[in-house]
């Protein structure tokens, strides 16, 4: 076997190790980059209430720039009522509670 023949197989096998490597990477990177995607849509990733069937809470808009997995996303600073906080000068708090399980002024 000449030299340059043995140069070759080692170059053959250096670009196919190099090839099942790149391909472990990229399914590595590819199961959390759809992890990633969804986080970086997500309504209560970027601190708004997902409202369901309910309005938007006091102090806040309702955007479609973000994904709610039910109802809009209201985007803004909600001011949460307490167990007591009933007072009509504060804020009016319905009955109601949102999918995260929290009352808000309305």
Do not use: H
Not at 9 to 16: D, L, S
Not at 24 to 42: E, I, N, P, R
Not at 57 to 69: A, D, E, V
Not at 76 to 91: H, L, S, T, V
Request: aromatic content about 6%; some cysteine; glycine content about 12%.
């Amino acid at each position: 076997m000449k030299r340059a023949s043995a140069n070759m197989w080692w170059i053959i096998i250096g670009a196919v190790i190099a090839l099942v490597v790149m391909i472990v990477l990229l399914f590595m990177f590819t199961g959390k980059s759809s992890d990633l995607s969804t986080g970086l849509s997500d309504c209560e990733g970027k601190g708004g209430i997902c409202s369901g069937d309910l309005d938007c809470p006091q102090s806040t808009i309702k955007t479609s720039t973000f994904n709610c997995g039910e109802g809009d996303c209201c985007l803004g600073i909600a001011k949460e009522c307490d167990e007591g906080d009933d007072d009509p000068k504060n804020c009016d708090c319905g009955n109601e509670k949102y999918p995260n399980g929290k009352r808000y002024c309305q």
